[in-house]
């Protein structure tokens, strides 16, 4: 599951809605890429990570980026849930928080 729902963007599930999702998000720029900018493991099957996002719409000269941060959730090596924030405080938080919850 990715939630993108703080972005406005809703929950998608399953590997191939979200495969999906991307494919006609990144359609939508001749240009795209994406830098992670800190990545950390919090243990207990939970990640944190920045991403700065940079694109060029298609059929434009101009150059859009923002930046997000995304709590992942692992289990059996395998990504479980994605929750992206445009807040990277409110991120960060919520990884910690849930790191410690699953430690417990």
Known sequence: MWDISRGGLGVIEGREAIRAFFEEWWAAYDDHESEAEEIQDLGNGVAFAVFLQRGRPVDSTGWVEFRDARVFLWANGLVER??????IDEARAAAERLAQERGR
């Open 82 to 87: 994605v929750n992206t924030f445009l807040d």
